[in-house]
Structure formats: structure tokens, C-alpha cells
């Protein structure tokens, strides 16, 4: 999967079937809880302690600063405890996982980032909107909480409200991973063209090169009748991003608009044989249990976990909760590179070595799999 | 742009939202449109299957679509309902589910003449479409089902006559879905287009289990099928020119089709929903060959180039510029797509602008209609909602397997969501499929029937009061086929100008709207109708009462040498 799918922007995903467009927003929200929790952890790193219940400003600090952390250790499952053979038992484990983070850290936007993806990954998108409520009562001007209300919003087919949450955090964090194109997408819906544009065509440093946001500032663009400028953006897009398939698709609708047949024909013709080639690759994706794909989520949430006690500095939970990410997907790259890291600075080097060991396994037998599968 | 620069666009924006939301409300809170749940008062007792035992083939979800259509020709328009069967390893039961005809008898009540006329075909039935195949003045039935197809020829009698093997339209085994008559070639006898889904069998069903329970798959779980062309012989039979008419020259996932003239040159072609997959539109040359155009056209994908779960489809001119758009319903978390004809037969989506999707997107959309129900001359759009997967609310609490059905009004060119001031929020949930829409009282104001799986259907009485006023019009052709089939009308009343085209299958894999019908708003009169007939005659008509339904007879009012005849109306008769 190329590195802009993984972006949090819903608007980009490619469709699949039916059924597999259920496990894939599964993965592509596992991916972007995973994704926002990096982004929320950055701009948590980034803030001084705050008084209690007050706005966590920003500042450089990768430690979870103490008085946040409030409840008391309750132990989880270790590397060593079966795993769950059933959705619903790594569903109850992940959930269990979620409420010990938000108990033990009550004021990290982390632990109840993590927890509110979960609920929305096990499709409770009302319990995860009243997480996120919850953290913007006691935190009114948190962008994150506008941006995952607005994303929630958006989801359930409530466009004014998305637009307005959305709005919110823009104006908040503009800087926010995916709240710009999100709401450039909400007015789009609106109807409300000049304004998406507008919005998309801010300079943020964040989405400067990000070929989602030229992809959709084409389109509005194009609803803004503005097929120069639509054909700049879409032309951006296949700088940044050859491999996406859509930038093709605009790039010909914008040729056409401006009369450029044999240009817009040449465009078409490349988005056809694309498109062709990714219904052929979903048809092998296909799965018959998401079964897998939900472990695998499970084992991010347990390394981002491991992150947040490791920034709290509490290793030894950092620790457990990486081996459980392991023991939960055996082929988790990640919960090994971080224990690897963890293992160094400990100057444990029998851990060391079987975790290097591990990790090359782990790479061999992906790099075969990859073969098998012609890529 | 600086911080302030963003403040000020959001600002703007947010101001521009909030205007947009008062329009939209005052909107919302001014239609006139009601719509009451006459169901339990119709007398109809139909009950839908979908055949399933627990097994979850893929043809259990796509079942079914319904007709609507003057059968018997007393002046009332009758329901027909398709059934599913129990498929494999579901219990039989005696008697087995079959299609239902319910038969008008005025004031909104129906009978079952289900086994006097005929039609009840035990099949699991998916797609049909209604028209007179033989021109003998009756309506004949084509119904699509996964399994041999059946076409049910009118003896005029109030009685159908299987004559399937005859004209050789059953087409083997495939997954049948939406059917269209249309006549391709212009020679005065109706073809045949029968889309065909995935091809499934027993053999490749594979069970599913996403989140830890059973799912339904998906189109992509199975190879795409190409549709099938019946050229209509003129003598009672059929000859499959699939592959000659370049029909089969790609293969899709049809579901809901909708034929029309879409670039006005005289012709019908025919576009097709394809579920996840690139839509179709095959152009007519005029002698029934077919190029597939759907990429070029605009039509293929929405216009981030995305193929949607497209389900079903209708055309209409929603913006009155003289051109038929193209209306689709779609699957969960996608918009439906309104693609705007801009005026050469080229398609631009404008859900957007138009807010075409308004309150929708969480839902799976089938059946649909662009469907003028306050009788203000422009149409609004239907949308028939409800979940493949019955246990979905199991995974996902954004959407349901029951759900309300959406009604959005046409306000000025943009659409409002109007479903809980005209009744349907009131209602029931039910997850719906097929949906048809025609005046079934025959009191000017167009109904709605809604074929829900898995339970019974919904009436929905049009009791809109707002004294606008109408006219329907149906046509009779001679030298075309007998029911105008691809016939265009144009209505003009002083400024108000109109324009559909009769369709033989619509819909989501249905069929409904045979007689055309205009609403006028408070115009008394029509001043100019004129019908272009396929094939190229022309009529035209001048001065026309409103609220009454007009037949027009082919060549019954000639244009001549630039000169307008206003020699009979056709047979008008008052409402």
C-alpha cells in the first residue's frame, strides 16, 4: 500500500467490496489511529505541564509529565497469556487495554485517542464520539477533539456539523495531519467551493507536499470551474505521487474542460488501465475472515501503548505491552524494532540478539511473501 | 495564506454555512409534500423473501425490484411484486413464495389476481421490466431472476401466458438483474437488455466472517458477467445478438438500468450500474450496434473517479434545460450521484452543487425516482434505503439493516431533505429495495410502493395539498412501438418547460412511469406539447387543459409545412 493511502483521509481510499470496504476502513482507521496517535503524541511532546484540567499547550517533552497520571497500574495480559482466537476476545482485550490507559493516564490525549479509535475500529462510533465529547468538556479547545468529532460527524453523513467541528480545529491547528483536507472536503459537500479551495490552498507546512490535498484541491478547483488551476493541482499530484491513480482521473476530467482532447484521452487511458490493474489486485486481496487483519490492528494499539509508558517512563510496562503486541501478530515489525531500542538502552544484549534475530525472520519471510505475490 | 488569512476564509465559510443551513431549513419546513402510509388499508398481503437460510448468497441481497403498470387497461395502475425463492439448503415451504400482481380496484385498494392472471413465477426473482413486446395494446412482463427468465406475454384478458421458450429470452442461469425493452434499431419492436450480476454459483459461494460474525461478500468476491441483447424478431421471438450489438463486449456487475436518449440523436442507449465496478452507458449508433462510452461520457465513476456500489437508476430532467440527467443510488458511505447532462450527451457529477445526497450517506440507497410529488414542475428525487448485511449493526453503528427512506426536495435545482416533514420518518424502518412511483388513485398526485426485503411492502399515499395542478400524458404509438417506448414529450407552460421520455424498466431493477406526468404548479393549461416519436415523427399539440391525462395516437396531430394542427387532443379525460 503506498505511503498517502495510510494518510487518515478517507476521501482516497480506493473502493473496495462490500465487505472488504468493512475490514479495509477497519485497517485504514487502525492505520490512522496509529498514524494520529503519532501526530497527537508530537503535539503532546510538545507541551509543558499544564495545571489540571487546562489545555495542554505545546511544548518539547517526550515524557507523559507525572500528575497526569493518575490512575493506578492494573496489570494487562502478558506476552505469555493466550491469545484470543476470537474477534470478540481480542475485541474485549483491545477494549480492556484502552480503559486500563485511560484509568492509569485520565489526561493524555493518548491514552484516549487510543481508546476512542478502538471503540470506532469495533464500529461504536457513538461511544467514541462521546469519548471524544467528554475530552472537550474538560478541554474546549482541543483541535484533536474538534478534528475526530468532525471526522465522526462526516461519517455518519452529518455535513454541516463536520464542517463546523472541522473548522474548529483548523482554526485551532491548521498544522493538524488531515484536518485540512478534511474540511476542504466537508465544504466541498456544502457546496461551498470557494471556501474549499480557499482552505486547501492554505500553506501549511505539514501538507505542503502531500499529494492528497493537491488531488482534492483539483476537484474543487474543477466544481469551482477553475480548470487551469484544477489541471496546476493534478499535475501536482503526479509529481508527488505517480503510483496514485485518481491524480489521472482529474488530470483528464480538467484536459477535457479545457478542450485538450488528445491530452485528456492520453489521461484517460492511463487512469483505465490503472483502475484495471487495482480491481484485479483487490479481487486477490479478498479476504474471507478479517480475523488477521483485526490482530494486527490489536498489535499496534499495544505498541503505541508500550510508547506512552515508555514517555511516561515506566519501561517495564513499555516493555510487557511490545511483547504482548508480538504475541498478539507475530509478524509485528514495529513492537520488536522498539523493544530492540528499549533492549539497547538497557545494555541487554541477550534480549538484543533474539530480538534482532526475530526481526530478521520477520523480514525474510515478508520479503517472500511479497515474492509469491509478484510485487 | 497567512493564520488570519485561514481565520477569515473559515469565518467566511462559517458565515456561508449558516445561510445555507436557514435556506435549506425555511425550505425544509415550507414543503408541501406529504406522504402517508396507506399499506394496511390496500388490502395487499405480500410478504418478501429473500430466499435465504442462512447460507448468505450474494443473490439474497439483491432481491428484489417491483413493477408498476396498467395491466388489465381499466385506467388504474397495478402493482407487481417479485418474490425470491428459497435457494439451496433453505426449507421449502408449501406453496412456495412467487411474484404477486396486485390488481387496482380504485380508492387505494388492491386484489390479488396473482393466480388468475398468470404471473406468479416462483423463481427468485431480482429485475423486471414492463411493455407491449407484440404491440398487440397490452402490457407484457419480463422478469429477470437468478435462473431462467420469464416473459409473460398479455392475452388482453386480464390473463399472461408464459411464452418464454417461444421467444427465447430465458437466458440459461445466469444472476439476471435490471431488464430494459427498448427499441434499438427503430424498427417498431421492442429489444431486450437484461443486465446480468456476478457470476455466482453454489459451487463458489464461500462463507465470510468479518468482525466474528457472518457477512454477506461482495460483488468483487466473484468474476463480473456480461449483459445480454435480445433483438425483438417482430414475430414473438427473440435472437440473442449480445456480442454482435457489442453488448457483451465488456463485462460488468449490472444492477439497475435506465434507457434513453442521452445525446439527442434519435436514438436509445442504455446506462447500466455496475456494483463497485466502472458504470456503463452503450451508445446507440441507431441501428442497435453499441460502443460503451462510460469513461468519456462521465458516467463511469463520480467525479473523484471512484466506481461506486451503484444499485439503481433514473433519468430526468431535474434543472429543465432540455436534457435528461442521470440520478444513481449507491452503497453505504458514498454519496449518490446526480450526473448532469450538459447538453451533448456528456455527464458531469453534480451531487455536490446540487446537494443531491443529503441525508443518505450512511445508508445503502437502491430504488429511486426523479419524481415531480408536489406537482411544482420540477422533480425530486426518492431514495429506497436499507443494509445488505442484517447483522450489521452488530460492527457498525453508523448505519442500519432497517432504515428510513429519503425524500429531497427540489428546491430551485438544489435538493433539500425533506424526509420528516413529508412522513417518511414516521414510518416504520424497513430495508427497502425496489421502489416504484406512479398515481395510483389517480388523483394527479404520484404515489410511492416500496418492495421491502424480507417483510411486506409500503404504500405510501401521495396526499400533497397544495392545488398545483398537472398533466399526464400516454402515448399510443402506430409506427413506433405501441407504448412510445423511447418516445420524448415536451410540455410547455408558459415559462414552465418539461421534458421525460417514456422507459420501459428503471429503477432499481424495476419498472414504473409508463404514462408521463407533468406537475404544472398553479398553470390550468398547457399551451404546447410536442412528441417526438422514435423514429422521427413528430407531434404536436397546442392548448391542453390541465388535470386530466392525455392519450396521444401517433401522427394524430401532424406538423405540416411549418403549420400546427390542432386536430385532436388524443383521447383526454379528466381525473
Redesign the interface.
Known sequence: MPWFSEQPE??ME??????????K??LVLGGATAIGLVIVATIFRGRPVPPDGEVLPESPNREVPAHLVRGPRSAGPSADTPVPE???GL?EESLALGARLVQRYPDAIEALDLLASMHDR?????EATRCWHQWLDRHPESAEAYFRLGRFAR???K??EA??YL?KA??RA?SLPGVQIHLGES???????D?AV??L???VDETRNNPNRFLLLG?AR??AQQYEKAKDAFRRVVELAPEM??AY??LA?ACAKLGQAEEA?KH?DE??KR?DRE?AA??AD??????PA?RQVAAVWYVRAGELFERAGDEAEAEAHWLRAGAIHPADKESRQSLLRLYQRQGRADRVARVEEELRKIVSQQGSLDDRKGR | MTAKGVDRTAARAAGACLTWLLLVSAAGAQSAIRLRDATAESGIAFRHTDGSGGHRYIVETVASGLATLDYDGDGLTDVYFLNGAPLKGTPWTEPPPRNALYRNLGGFRFEDVTQKSGVGDTGHGLGVAAADFDNDGHLDLYVSNYGPKILYRNNGDGTFTDVTRRAGVADGSKVGAGACFLDADADGHLDLYVANYVRFTYDNHVPRTIRGVPMYHGPRDYDPSPATFFRNNGDGTFADLSKESGIASVAGTGMGTVCFDCDADGDTDVFVCNDVRANFLFLNDGTGKFVESGLIRGVAYNFYGQANGSMGADCGDFDRDGWLDLFMTDYQNELPVLYKNLGNGFFEDFTFRTGAGAGSLPYVKWGTGFVDFDNDGDLDLFLACGHIQDNIERVDDSTAYETYNVLLENVGGKFVDVSAQCGLRSLPKRSARGAAFDDLDNDGRIDVVVLNSRREPTLLRNETANGNHFLDVRLQGVKSNRDGVGAQVTVIAGELIQRAEVHSGRGYQGHFGTRLHFGLGQRQKVDRIEVRWLGGGLDVLLDAPADRLLTIREGSSRKERGQEHRRGLGSGRDL
Open positions: 478517507p476521501v480506493q473502493t473496495p467490496s462490500r465487505v472488504g470496504r468493512l475490514v476502513r477497519g476470537t474477534y470478540e475485541k469495533f464500529g461504536n462510533l457513538a461519517e455518519k453523513g455535513h454541516e464542517a463546523e473548522e483548523f482554526r491548521p465544504l466541498m459537500t456544502l457546496a461551498k467551493m471556501e480557499a482552505v490552498e492554505a500553506d476537484h474543477l466544481q491513480t485518481h482521473f482529474g476530467t484521452k484517460f487512469f483505465a483502475k480491481i483487490d479481487r479478498v479476504l474471507q475472515n478479517d480475523l483485526v
